[in-house]
């Protein structure tokens, strides 16, 4: 079973940009398709962004393509998302998930991390 631990989030102005890590812990991050999901208040968490095991493929949710960036470093157990040019839609708390496949599916993630807040200010 993996472990997985968010961080970077914080409190940004409209237009910054911000890079948020989840490191695996337990097994290798390798062996799972990664992918970010967030929640604003009040609204059922939604699918951002996700890359295949060997880091090949990526998917984006429309609403981020053009300014997120999911990448991973299997070597140091690490998978980031980049932001930038962040609105204050993108308020949130942002969570990573491990699943045995590279899939968009939120069903399919079966290891959560506990999430990372992210603010933009207006």
């Known amino acids: 079973q993996v472990q997985l631990v968010e961080s970077g989030g914080g409190l940004v102005p409209v237009g910054g940009s911000l890079t948020l890590s989840c490191v695996a812990s337990g097994r290798p991050i390798s062996t799972y398709g990664i992918g970010w999901f967030r929640q604003s208040t009040g609204k059922e968490r939604e699918y951002v962004a996700s890359?295949?095991?060997?880091?090949?493929?990526?998917y984006y949710a429309d609403s981020v393509k053009g300014r997120f960036t999911i990448s991973r470093d299997n070597a140091k157990n690490t998978v980031s998302l980049e932001m930038v040019s962040l609105t204050p839609e993108d308020t949130a708390v942002y969570y990573c998930?491990?699943?045995?496949?590279?899939?968009?599916?939120?069903?399919?993630?079966?290891?959560w991390g506990q999430g990372t807040q992210v603010t933009v200010s207006s």
């Open positions: 890359i295949s095991r060997g880091g090949y493929t990526t």
């Open positions: 998930a491990a699943s045995s496949v590279h899939t968009r599916s939120t069903s399919e993630y079966l290891f």
